[in-house]
Nanobody, 123 residues
Framework: EVQLQASGGGLVQAGGSLKLSCAASGFTFEDYHIGWFRQAPGKEREGIAAISGRDGSTYYKDSVKGRFTISSDNAEKMVYLQMNSLKPEDTAVYYC????????????????WGKGTLVTVSS
């Protein structure tokens, strides 16, 4: 059974930091990109960051580039999202996902979804 267990969400003030964790199991970690989507109230889900399970290459959406850092521990099958300089507009439910290489990085391309974790950034 595929599982992507996200944790680490919470309430933080603008300018603060949070670190999300994702524990992956049930699939071959190195065969996928592992990443994060988020969905803000009233908005569509958007992919914000991903990391290759094979070579560690990364992707960031422009809106989080320079503030968020994605990393992985292949031995532990863990992926992390360090979020710094948080803004109220980062408030969303954050989902850990797995997507096969070569697929378009949108919600239709995602192969596996985890349950979300809520991040709330107060102004």
């Amino acid at each position: 059974e595929v599982q992507l267990q996200a944790s680490g969400g919470g309430l933080v003030q603008a300018g603060g930091s949070l670190k999300l964790s994702c524990a992956a199991s049930g699939f071959t970690f190195e065969d996928y990109h592992i990443g994060w989507f988020r969905q803000a109230p009233g908005k569509e889900r958007e992919g914000i960051a991903a990391i290759s399970g094979r070579d560690g290459s990364t992707y960031y959406k422009d809106s989080v580039k320079g503030r968020f850092t994605i990393s992985s521990d292949n031995a532990e099958k863990m992926v992390y999202l360090q979020m710094n300089s948080l803004k109220p507009e980062d408030t969303a439910v954050y989902y850990c996902i797995a997507i096969a290489p070569g697929k378009y990085f949108n919600q239709n391309g995602v192969d596996y979804w985890g349950k979300g974790t809520l991040v709330t950034v107060s102004s």
